[in-house]
């Protein structure tokens, strides 16, 4: 199947390794960025072609749009891919809003299409393994979990930060794709939240000094806190944050009667898991994979879509992840501390 990338910024470089590992089953054919310079360079990188973004969208030649722009545009970028009967890999969030997830929904359906979107870090040795151990029962009958993404932002070495402060940036959208994939993958669906959230900064000073602007006024919340209850009963509590000052050391651990697990960060597609020993009472390694390889697998999530196409096996609850992620993600934004809980009415 042919590959269109929309999006040539600093993540296209890391999909095209993952993606030029399959060649047998996808190719990357050609590529457009609404700034032609980029479009040419990674097409010259690449040897692939370069189109607008139009007539990438249109070309009878691609199958599959990887939309891999900043979140503000992914929408109207799978939107009208979806229309002209591309299958489509979004970056995440597939979408803003519960009304944008709705038009993806329905588009993908009437036209026969199918969206996929990131995190696909679930397809990565780690937590694969992760879900071996809590399927087995490693852990006893699971209770609870917790996650915590603490960090001081992006402005010290994304070579374009400004979208991480803007509407569809801020940690929730950001990072908490990766913890609620692996969540509701590991757990099943969510079906009430919590949520708060403050802006603590109004404006981020770029300090990787090969950006073009010195500073970035701050347009979205960038902390926030939530509780989030299971279908299941299993409740979970889940900070994700870019104003805390503290080493980037993720958390995601799953609590059993018998035992606890904890993953590795699921912003990665390998790591440690450790189990809690309760006779030693303290943290012991079950499971250890070679130093973050992200390069190595980058595009799994476009691979496994391309096989499940072509075998026929694209399950419905598969499509749904996505835009449950994006239900949960809405309602942890908009939370109303007047009205309590907020179900989650699963819509799609
Ligand atoms: N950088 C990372 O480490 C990383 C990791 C995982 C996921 N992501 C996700 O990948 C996506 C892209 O991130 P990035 O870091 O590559 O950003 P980036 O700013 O480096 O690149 C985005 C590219 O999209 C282009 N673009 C913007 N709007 C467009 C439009 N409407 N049509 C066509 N092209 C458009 C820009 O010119 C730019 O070249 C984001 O959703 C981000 O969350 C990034």
Same mark, same amino acid.
């Given at each position: 199947m042919n590959i269109g990338i929309i999006g040539c910024g600093a993540i296209s470089n890391q999909y095209m390794i993952g993606l030029n590992k399959h060649k047998k089953d996808i190719e990357v054919t050609a590529c457009a960025d609404i700034d032609k310079n980029k479009a040419d360079q990674f097409s010259k990188d690449n040897n692939i072609k370069t189109l607008s973004v139009d007539e990438l969208i249109l070309?009878?030649?691609?199958?599959?749009v990887v939309n891999l722009t900043p979140p503000l545009s992914h929408f109207e970028i799978s939107y009208k891919s979806l229309k002209n009967r591309k299958h489509v890999f979004s970056?995440?969030?597939?979408?803003?809003t519960i009304d944008e997830g709705k038009k993806l929904f329905s588009t993908m359906k009437e036209n026969n299409v199918y969206l996929y979107a990131a995190p696909?870090?679930?397809?990565?040795?780690a937590f694969k393994k992760a879900q071996e151990l809590l399927s087995s029962n490693k852990i006893g009958k699971i209770i609870g979990g917790s996650v915590n993404f603490t960090s001081h932002g992006v402005e010290g070495w994304? $070579? @374009?930060?400004?979208f991480y402060y803007?509407?569809?940036?801020?940690?929730?959208?950001d990072m908490g794709p990766y913890y609620l994939t692996a969540l509701v993958k590991a757990l099943g669906p969510i079906q009430e939240v919590i949520g708060y959230s403050k802006k603590t900064f109004e404006k981020r000073n770029v300090?990787?000094?090969?950006?073009?602007?010195?500073e970035i006024n701050v347009d979205v919340d960038t902390h926030y806190f939530g509780l989030m209850k299971f279908k299941s009963e299993i409740i979970v509590d889940f900070q994700v944050t870019f104003d805390v000052w503290k080493p980037y050391d993720p958390k995601l651990e799953v609590y059993g009667d018998e035992s606890s697990l904890k993953l590795?960060? $699921? @912003?990665?597609?390998d790591g440690d898991i450790f189990i809690f020993d309760k006779d030693l009472y303290q943290w012991e390694l079950i499971y250890s994979s070679p130093d973050s390889q992200n390069n190595f697998y980058r595009g799994l999530g476009v691979v496994e879509m391309v096989k499940a196409i072509k075998n026929n096996t694209v399950s419905e609850d598969e499509l749904s992840v996505p835009f449950h992620i994006l239900e949960v993600m809405c309602a942890l934004d908009s939370f109303d501390l007047e009205s309590g809980w907020t179900k989650i009415i699963q819509q799609f």
């Open positions: 070309s009878d030649e691609i199958d599959i970056e995440k969030p597939i979408a803003l696909d870090t679930f397809l990565g040795p994304h $070579p @374009n930060p400004e803007k509407k569809g940036g801020g940690p929730l959208f300090e990787n000094p090969e950006v073009n602007y010195k590795a960060d $699921p @912003n990665n597609y």
